[in-house]
T-cell receptor, first 114, second 113 residues
């Protein structure tokens, strides 16, 4: 099993550009989440999904879109990048509800917005 | 609303000494509590969790944590620290039937030889 994979590992964007962060898991997990990690703030939930076709907002959803067309993939889209979105982004998956089950994290994407 | 606090940004301990990383929480109802560890340039890895039952929870790499309901705490402990334990540790809390896990700000553990 590859577990949770994320691409790219690093990305530099200019303000206003758009991009998609990719996340895939091969564990057949129903639940997937996106977090951002900022110094002194821990991890904050951006969006999550409880199954294919179902997504919901987390703590900090503004400026991000998600979709879940398959069980395996959960891409995160930045619509118009802003410097405030400079962060490290982690995707995670779990077999059952992410509030109660062990989450498996990807290696992260380090994003810089200039 | 759920919240979790990790009062120490950094904990320093000598190799071979016991270590404690503190965590307190606030949640309505019974909490579900987790500890995750992050090594440099890596994603988070699960260490242990408390759902119900015995207040002392044993996890990976010799770590354990004690759930204390009266003090609303879930401190992470290890009897004898290793240099390889140096990492960033996150406490997290949720409650029954929720899809949202709230993370603390993290505590950097530094174990000196």
């Amino acid at each position: 099993n590859a577990g949770v994979t994320q691409t790219p590992k690093f990305q530099v964007l200019k303000t206003g550009q758009s991009m998609t962060l990719q996340c895939a898991q091969d564990m057949n997990h129903e639940y997937m989440s996106w977090y951002r990690q900022d110094p002194g703030m821990g991890l904050r939930l951006i969006h999550y999904s409880v199954g294919a076709g179902i997504t919901d907002q987390g703590e900090v959803p503004n400026g991000y879109n998600v979709s879940r067309s398959t069980t395996e993939d959960f891409p995160l889209r930045l619509l118009s990048a802003a410097p405030s979105q400079t962060s490290v982004y982690f995707c995670a998956s779990s077999y059952s509800r992410q509030g109660t089950d062990t989450q498996y994290f990807g290696p992260g994407t380090r994003l810089t917005v200039l | 609303a759920q919240s979790v606090a990790q009062p120490e940004d950094q904990v320093n301990v000598a190799e071979g000494n016991p270590l404690t990383v503190k965590c307190t929480y606030s949640v309505s109802g019974n909490p579900y509590l987790f500890w995750y560890v992050q090594y440099p340039n890596r994603g988070l890895q699960f260490l242990l969790k408390y759902i119900t039952g015995d207040n002392l929870v044993k996890g990976s790499y010799g770590f354990e944590a004690e759930f204390n309901k009266s003090q609303t705490s879930f401190h992470l402990k290890k009897p004898s620290a290793l240099v390889s334990d140096s990492a960033l540790y996150f406490c997290a809390v949720s409650r029954y039937n929720t899809d949202k896990l709230i993370f603390g700000t993290g505590t950097r553990l530094q174990v000196f030889p």
